[in-house]
């Protein structure tokens, strides 16, 4: 508990753990108001930040959640703004409006734990200051409608970095081609969720995003048409089928992706980083495209195939490539085995790998 008479310390930027209280001889939510120097301010519920109740959340407590946090409005001056925890039904007013002008100085703000939040707060795209926005495990949101971008030139106008993870649910973001935002946004993580598609908007309009990072995205089907995209990473996108017109793509990074059929129009492409330890042969894809680089970790008995050279049946699909690394091995040592190739270097394998070596992998 925090005794009243805590205004006094004006020169405060730091606050953790503050427990509000609305009546008594202890600190209100009152008192914040004059810290106009405070920038980090959290209010904390459990360890883990989630209600582990077997029976859930009541009503009653998600209406004192949503009375008190209503009242929490920042002081002006706050630059990095947290919620943890969170179970209320829906994110305060302050934070939901359209005009948004008390917390103008927002440069962060990090959302983790909203355990009964169904929608992303419709005014954080008018903040002319916000730089980076992370909303992390928010189970019960499954729709990111018009109101997140709200149709306006000015939308998300300095947002560098946007990460969405842990919205498992989530099946649906609507952004039209002709709506134009996150004209700065420079990356953009997705993780763990539904999609089934990214939205035409976020392709057509984000035209400074450079690194695209989307894992364990359930039903993503394919991704196309990111002309300004240089690093593009997937990893765990079970049903994806494939990644076209990509035209500035230089590095390419694919793990667990078995779906994977066609990479087309990708004709920059320096490095490409594969990870899959349970393909029998290499995808067909790698005829059709052709990095400088490659980069390979596969079971034992791939990497064997590999190593036969120009008498097996995986040469023709990465002899084209001028460095090749692939590396095979156990729990502990995922390098144990390994296949160095140059092409320049009249076609060479080097590799530690032979007969012997199948049955010690296995």
């Known amino acids: ?38 920038r980090f301010c959290t209010s904390k519920l459990g360890d883990d930040g989630l209600v582990k109740r077997k029976e859930g959340v009541s009503e009653e407590e998600q209406q004192r959640i949503e009375k008190v946090i209503d009242k929490l409005c920042p002081p ?28 103008n100085n927002l ?9 009964c939040c169904t929608q992303l707060p ?3 795209c008018q903040l002319p200051n916000l730089q980076l926005l992370q909303v992390s495990r928010a189970p019960c949101i499954k729709h990111v409608g018009t109101g997140f971008l709200q149709a306006a030139a000015t939308s998300f106008s300095r947002l560098n970095k946007l990460i969405l993870e842990g919205m498992v649910e989530w099946e649906d973001w609507e952004w039209e081609e002709q709506v134009q935002a996150m004209r700065r946004l420079e990356k953009l993580v997705l993780s763990k969720c539904r999609l089934r598609h ?19 995205v359930r039903h993503l089907s394919y991704i196309e048409n990111f002309p300004s995209v240089v690093e593009l990473e997937v990893n765990g996108c ?41 393909m029998e ?21 791939l990497l064997f ?42 076609c060479k394998l080097d590799s530690n790998i032979n007969n012997s070596t199948i049955f010690e992998g296995t």
């Open 305 to 346: 195939g590999v190593a036969t050279g120009q008498s097996g049946t995986e040469w023709d699909k990465f002899s084209h490539i001028e460095h090749v690394k692939a590396y095979a091995g156990d729990v502990d040592n995922q390098r144990k085995w390994h296949i160095l190739y140059t092409r320049g270097d009249n």
């Open 281 to 301: 042969k290499l995808p067909e894809y790698m005829r059709d495209i052709k990095p400088r680089h490659l980069q390979l970790f596969c079971r034992v008995w």
């Open 76 to 103: 002006p001056g706050v630059e990095d703004l947290q919620i943890n925890g969170y179970f209320g039904r829906q994110l305060p007013s302050w934070m939901m409006s359209t005009s948004m002008v008390p917390l």
């Open 1 to 38: 508990m925090v005794p009243r008479r805590f205004r006094g310390l004006t020169n405060m930027r730091r606050l953790s753990m503050f427990r509000a209280h609305m009546d008594g001889d202890w600190c209100s939510l009152d008192e914040l108001g004059p810290l106009s120097q405070l």
């Open 238 to 278: 079970p049903d994806l089928e494939r990644i076209t017109n990509l035209p500035n793509l230089q590095k390419l990074t694919i793990w667990n992706c078995p779906k994977l059929k066609v990479l087309e129009r990708i004709t920059s492409l320096e490095r490409l980083v594969l990870k899959d330890y349970t």
């Open 122 to 124: 419709n005014g954080l």
């Open 107 to 115: 440069k962060t703000i990090l959302f983790n734990d909203l355990a």
């Open 198 to 216: 990214v939205p035409p908007g976020l392709a057509s309009s984000a035209s400074s995003l450079k690194l695209l990072c989307l894992q364990h």
